[in-house]
């Protein structure tokens, strides 16, 4: 049973990691609501991400190599977070309004 559960965490960490890179990936000319929406979503896999792997710590039956996929798996997620934290303050510099563009009339 416990193996069961490991397994499916690792799934788990699988499968977002693959829609968040999709995303990631997908979001290059999405308006900066959007990328804002996916930081938040990058986030919450995140630490989703964490706690399979601390899960997977302390489980008596975890094998090493599964151990080291889980922090590898992080180490991805954290590439695909800083990657769209980037983008969005790229994104948010573009559209800050400035004084330049207004009038003392």
Known sequence: M?????YFGLAINWLL???SILLAVFSKFKHTQFKQSLYRFLNVALIVHIVIAVMLVFSS???SGL???SWL???LQLVCNVICYKSVKRRQARVKPSLDHFSMD
């Open 61 to 63: 039956t975890a094998i």
């Open 2 to 6: 416990q193996t069961t559960v490991i």
């Open 67 to 69: 151990i080291t996929l």
């Open 73 to 75: 798996v992080i180490s």
């Open 17 to 19: 990691l693959i829609v």
